[in-house]
């Protein structure tokens, strides 16, 4: 990991900017409320007890699974004596470039929910600041750590050295730290084969019930140290504002949007996933609580495979439920990709398309991008309802990549580090496989070039998508909206939308943008580095099931080029 970044830096002033470190300029700046240092100056917990003869205690270190059920750690914990449960903010991270207020404020709402279902079964959840190795040396102090559990994590570079951080820490102080796992991703795996087999006997798996009762040891259950604990949850409670067009964070939200998938939403998920005035509603909308770990994969599979067995021969249920099936092994399969290459987070998958695009960055095209202002109305809508919900549904995140990677010809880790940002359900494992496959850089995917005009016009035939959220095409009849630039002098005053004014011109041709993203990528893919490397990332992260190397083009928007297809690209 260290060795791969080393490799970046010595590429040159150009990359310096794609890696850690060197991460935020002033337009995407997110607004944490860490930053205006006030949860910074709180301290950690002193306990005032600091006995010789220290009670023995299991530590459960809460870190994005926010849950009771199905919940390995606790579920272990709760026959072994006294059970600590933690949650540690960790500045540091919150601060990364890849996390923003809105995952904070998700996660809160996360802990505090978890908190009360703990304090129900004799419990509290112990709420801590600042470095992970501090607060474990100094609840060290105070108690002998018979043991240390938590969830595996396939999260991002920052807690991947931390948890390495951890493992040595460990070690030296001679605590055992167990990892569960907590969804379909396999640790040190060698190659895929029987990978998926793997992820079926896994999401065959019994669920975990929650734990009836949790013994707090006994410094935790003194009346200062309760007080003290409330105290620091009602700090970090008055920091933070909730957004209430958001979704709201913690397992029982979970639960609820499940049922009301499973009982009514799911019945037009395929027909509905599509298209931006559906996919709010007929989608799970499930994955922010699968990333914050307030439900996991395995409860929700067999929560479907339960629903499938009742709606017996409904042809609509049935096909709604066989894709989103899919779609949750997808989420595993796209997650061990980066389980087993975490430096994908910052370099090309597949090494021979190094150089396409980095020296080309465009500030200004970016800008336009991030504002939603590069005047073609789909691309803009989409974005700035991304903006306001923090969730779109998959073919318009695909689009808006597609149209950063392909029209502006944007390198894709800062669009990645925006779309993280504002991804209410980020996910490193999916989202940086799937920015890169977006992108045309995996070797083995189909290129798949999305037109803003086609996907409006199919997606939003009647335009009040784009009416909603670019409210300066808001008088625009249908037939007109797609192409603003093309009105008359006449219409833009009798519609009241002057173009270059209150909407910009297009800030490409799109036609004439992709033809010549389509012959730069040719000219890289059609070489023997390239296939050669392809075959590589194939074998290494290809789905077993399926081996084209010249797969048929799906429609006409596909330019179709030699290599693989590790999955359906669709979705
Ligand atoms: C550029 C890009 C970035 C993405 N980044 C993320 C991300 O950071 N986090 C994230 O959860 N998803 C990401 N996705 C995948 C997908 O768009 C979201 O999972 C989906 O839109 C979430 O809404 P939902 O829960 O209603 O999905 P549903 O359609 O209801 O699907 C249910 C679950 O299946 C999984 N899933 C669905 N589609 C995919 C897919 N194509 N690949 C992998 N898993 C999938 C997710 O866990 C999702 O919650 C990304 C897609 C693209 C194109």
């Known amino acids: 990991m260290l060795r791969d970044r080393e490799l970046l830096e010595s590429h040159g002033n150009r990359q310096r900017i794609f890696i850690r470190g060197c991460r935020r300029t002033s337009v995407i700046m997110p607004s944490f409320p860490i930053e205006n240092k006030h949860l910074l100056d709180i301290q950690p917990i002193r306990l005032a007890h600091q006995a010789v003869d220290k009670p023995l205690v299991s530590i459960v270190w809460l870190k994005r699974d926010f849950r009771l059920h199905d919940h390995a750690?606790?579920?272990?914990?709760?026959?072994?004596?006294?059970?600590?449960?933690?949650?540690?903010?960790?500045?540091?991270?919150?601060?990364?470039?890849?996390?923003?207020?809105?995952?904070?404020?998700?996660?809160?709402?996360?802990?505090?929910?978890?908190?009360?279902?703990?304090?129900?079964?004799?419990?509290?959840?112990?709420?801590?600041?600042?470095?992970?190795?501090?607060?474990?040396?100094?609840?060290?102090?105070?108690?002998?750590?018979?043991?240390?559990?938590?969830?595996?994590?396939?999260?991002?570079?920052?807690?991947?050295?931390?948890?390495?951080?951890?493992?040595?820490?460990?070690?030296?102080?001679?605590?055992?730290?167990?990892?569960?796992?907590?969804?379909?991703?396999?640790?040190?795996?060698?190659?895929?084969?029987?990978?998926?087999?793997?992820?079926?006997?896994?999401?065959?798996?019994?669920?975990?019930?929650?734990?009836?009762?949790?013994?707090?040891?006994?410094?935790?259950?003194?009346?200062e140290?309760?007080?003290?604990?409330?105290?620091?949850?009602?700090?970090?409670?008055?920091?933070?504002?909730?957004?209430?067009?958001?979704?709201?964070?913690?397992?029982?939200?979970?639960?609820?949007?499940?049922?009301?998938?499973?009982?009514?939403?799911?019945?037009?998920?395929?027909?509905?996933?599509?298209?931006?005035?559906?996919?709010?509603?007929?989608?799970?909308?499930?994955?922010?609580?699968?990333?914050w770990g307030c439900i996991n994969v395995r409860q929700i599979y067999q929560a479907v495979m339960q629903t499938k067995a009742i709606r017996g021969a409904d042809k609509q249920w049935q096909s709604s439920l066989v894709s989103y099936r899919s779609r949750l092994s997808w989420h595993c399969h796209f997650m061990q990709k980066l389980e087993d290459e975490p430096s994908l987070e910052f370099q090309n998958l597949c090494r021979a398309y190094d150089g396409l695009r980095e020296n080309d960055f465009s500030e200004e095209r970016f800008q336009a991008w991030c504002d939603g202002r590069t005047g073609y109305p789909m691309i803009d809508a989409c974005m700035r309802a991304l903006r306001e919900h923090r969730w779109i549904n998959f073919r318009m995140r695909a689009m808006l990549v597609s149209f950063a990677s392909y029209d502006l010809w944007l390198h894709w880790r800062k669009p990645a580090l925006f779309l993280a940002r504002h991804f209410l359900d980020y996910e490193p494992g999916i989202h940086y496989p799937q920015i890169q496959m977006q992108s045309g850089v995996t070797g083995i995917n189909t290129i798949r070039i999305y037109s803003p005009e086609k996907q409006g016009k199919d997606q939003d035939p009647t335009g009040d998508f784009v009416r909603r959220y670019v409210p300066e095409l808001r008088q625009v009849p249908t037939a007109l909206i797609w192409n603003p630039s093309k009105l008359t002098r006449d219409e833009q005053v009798r519609y009241g939308c002057e173009i270059g004014r209150d909407y910009p011109f297009p800030i490409v041709d799109h036609a004439q943008a992709i033809r010549e993203a389509k012959a730069k990528i040719y000219e890289i893919r059609q070489t023997g580095e390239a296939r050669e490397k392809a075959v590589e990332v194939a074998k290494r992260h290809g789905s077993r099931k399926r081996r084209d190397v010249f797969p048929k083009p799906r429609t006409h928007q596909q330019l179709l080029l030699p290599g693989f297809d590790a999955l359906p690209p669709e979705s």
């Open 225 to 291: 140290a309760k007080a003290e604990n409330e105290q620091r949850w009602r700090t970090v409670d008055a920091t933070i504002a909730p957004i209430s067009q958001l979704q709201k964070g913690g397992e029982e939200q979970a639960h609820d949007s499940l049922a009301t998938f499973l009982n009514e939403r799911g019945a037009n998920y395929r027909r509905g996933m599509s298209s931006p005035l559906t996919a709010n509603e007929n989608c799970s909308r499930l994955s922010p609580y699968i990333a």
């Open 73 to 223: 750690p606790f579920h272990h914990a709760a026959s072994n004596g006294a059970v600590l449960p933690l949650w540690v903010i960790e500045p540091d991270w919150w601060q990364s470039a890849d996390m923003d207020s809105t995952h904070f404020n998700f996660a809160l709402e996360s802990a505090r929910e978890l908190r009360s279902r703990l304090r129900e079964i004799g419990s509290d959840l112990l709420l801590q600041f600042g470095d992970i190795l501090e607060i474990f040396s100094q609840l060290q102090q105070s108690f002998t750590i018979r043991e240390l559990l938590s969830h595996e994590e396939t999260g991002g570079d920052w807690t991947f050295q931390r948890d390495k951080r951890v493992v040595r820490w460990c070690r030296q102080n001679g605590i055992t730290w167990k990892e569960y796992r907590q969804d379909g991703v396999i640790r040190r795996l060698k190659n895929r084969d029987g990978w998926a087999e793997n992820w079926q006997r896994w999401a065959d798996t019994r669920l975990l019930p929650a734990p009836r009762q949790l013994t707090l040891p006994e410094p935790l259950r003194t009346v």
